[in-house]
C-alpha cells in the first residue's frame, strides 16, 4: 500500500506562477523527500526534510512539514516551463523502506 | 562518478520467459531499492535490499518473482514465467545509508508480448 498520497493529481499553471502540491502520509516517518520524474525518465531527488524539522528551503523550492497532520507541502516560486515534470513525496520509517505517494503532474505553460 | 546503471533499458519477453533486470548501484551504496511503475502512476516498491540480505520483500509477490544483491556484483531482479501483466517500468535506487537521498537508475521498461 502506499503510503504518501499526493494531491492535487494534476496541476496545470502558466510560467512564473506558483505551484504548491501536497503530501498526506498515514504513519510515523523518519524523514520526507520530494523527487522529481520527468517523463519516462528515473527520479531525482529534489529535497529532503527530517521528521524534526518544519521548514527547508533549496533554490526555488520550499517544503514544510507538520507531523501532526501528517502532510508535507512542495513549493516551486516562479515556476518554469522546464518545471513541467511529475512530483512525488516519499517516505522513510522505522524500516528504512523508501515509500511512494502517486505523484502530482505538473505542467508549467510558457 | 557513476550514477545507478541499469540494464538493459529496454527488454521484451515472451509469455512464459524469463525476464532478469540489473542493477549497479553508485560505487560504496550497500542499500538498493526495487520498484516498478505503470504508465501514468507512482512507484509501486517491491524490494529492499542490504548487500546480500532482503530487509523488506513486502512489496514483491511471493511466487515468480525474487531479487539479490550479491557481494560482488549488481543487484539482480528476476522474473520466472512473465505474464502480460508484468509489463511495467522497473526502477532501481541506491543509498549509501539508511535515511538518506536515494540515487535512481533510468529503469528497465519490460513488455511481456
Known amino acids: 500500500s502506499q503510503q504518501g498520497e499526493e494531491d492535487p493529481q494534476a496541476l496545470s499553471i502558466q510560467e512564473g506562477e506558483n505551484a504548491t502540491m501536497n503530501c498526506s502520509y498515514k504513519?510515523?516517518?523518519?524523514?520526507l523527500q520530494w523527487y522529481r520524474q520527468n517523463s519516462g525518465r528515473g527520479l531525482v531527488h529534489l529535497i529532503l526534510?527530517?521528521?524534526?524539522?518544519r521548514e527547508k528551503h533549496s533554490g526555488r523550492l520550499r517544503v514544510t512539514l507538520d507531523t501532526s497532520k501528517k502532510s508535507s507541502s512542495l513549493l516551486i516560486t516562479a515556476s518554469r516551463a522546464a518545471d513541467t515534470a511529475s512530483y512525488f513525496c516519499?517516505?522513510?520509517?522505522?524500516?528504512?523502506?523508501?515509500?511512494f505517494g502517486g505523484g502530482t503532474r505538473l505542467m508549467v505553460k510558457p | 562518478n557513476a550514477g545507478v546503471m541499469q540494464n538493459p533499458r529496454h527488454l521484451v519477453r515472451r509469455r512464459g520467459q524469463e525476464a532478469r533486470l540489473r542493477c549497479s548501484p553508485v560505487?560504496?551504496?550497500?542499500?538498493v531499492y526495487w520498484y516498478r511503475q505503470l504508465p501514468e502512476e507512482g512507484l509501486k516498491f517491491m524490494v529492499y535490499?542490504?548487500?546480500?540480505?532482503?530487509?523488506?520483500e513486502s512489496g514483491m509477490p511471493k511466487e515468480r518473482f525474487s531479487a539479490e544483491f550479491p557481494k560482488e556484483g549488481p543487484s539482480i531482479l528476476r522474473i520466472q514465467q512473465v505474464v502480460r501483466g508484468d509489463s511495467a517500468a522497473y526502477f532501481c535506487?541506491?543509498?549509501?545509508?539508511?535515511?538518506?537521498?536515494?540515487?535512481f537508475g533510468q529503469g528497465t521498461r519490460l513488455t511481456v508480448v
Open positions: 560505487k560504496g551504496h550497500s542499500h
Open positions: 535506487a541506491s543509498s549509501p545509508h539508511k535515511d538518506t537521498e536515494a540515487f
Open positions: 504513519t510515523s516517518i523518519n524523514n
Open positions: 535490499l542490504q548487500k546480500e540480505n532482503i530487509i523488506d
Open positions: 516519499a517516505t522513510t520509517n522505522a524500516g528504512n523502506m523508501l515509500t
Open positions: 526534510i527530517r521528521s524534526n524539522e
